[in-house]
């Protein structure tokens, strides 16, 4: 039924500008801060206490598809690309880590393309008892019109849904992608050959 659903979704968006709005001047000060002293540096997962900013939502553009299998690890036979290991966190805004979280990740091959018949580089897994999350994956390709980005979905139980993307730093696309979001930028670590990219989710729980 449309109207129950429609009216839950606004109550949410309600719940999350009342959160952010109540953010203390003081936090944000402090946020604006430590952006210029981490830069280059892996985040440390925040110390519990603190009054975290919700990771922003993005669209999930229209190449989602539901029913993904449980999967922590695209690098099948046949997906090429340079390796990444993305990892992290998923806390809640006082930066206690939430333990199994859901996190639906899904992106462009290396050549840029969508798997529509099966789910090459489509997969949901549940963040572990430290609220930790590993995706071994690789590097997404371009596709027209967008930058380098992974999808993500994730949800708490009993939480919100956020759809969300993660973007690389020095990408050129960045500048001239309305949707890119400096917010969401992973910090990549390079290891040999592979990649390691972090990138802590802050969600809102009801
Ligand atoms: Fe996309």
Redesign the pocket.
């Known amino acids: 039924m449309a109207e129950p659903v429609s009216s839950a979704v606004s109550r949410r968006r309600f719940l999350y500008a009342v959160a952010v709005a109540a953010a203390p001047v003081a936090f944000l000060a402090r946020v604006k801060t430590s952006l210029g002293q981490d830069q280059g540096e892996l985040d440390p997962t925040p110390a519990a206490g603190e009054k975290l900013k919700l990771t922003p939502e993005e669209t999930a ?1 229209p ?1 989602f598809k539901p029913n993904s299998p449980a999967k922590n690890n695209f690098r099948d036979p046949g997906v090429t690309g340079t390796p990444m290991r993305l990892t992290g966190t998923v806390l809640d805004r006082r930066g206690k880590p939430i333990p199994n979280a859901l996190l639906d990740f899904w992106h ?1 091959d290396a050549n840029g393309e969508y798997d529509f018949n099966g789910f090459r580089c489509r997969g949901h897994q549940f963040s572990d008892s430290d609220g930790k999350y590993v995706l071994e994956t690789v590097m997404p390709g371009l596709y027209p019109g ?1 930058t380098r ?1 992974y ?1 993500v979905r994730l949800q708490a139980a009993h939480g919100p849904i956020l759809s969300t993307q993660l973007y690389f730093p020095a990408e050129v696309r960045n500048s001239t992608d309305s949707l890119f979001k400096p917010e969401l930028l992973l910090k990549i670590r390079e290891s040999g050959a592979s990649r390691v990219a972090v990138f802590n989710f802050v969600l809102g729980t009801i």
């Open positions: 553009g190449f462009a967008r980005h999808h």
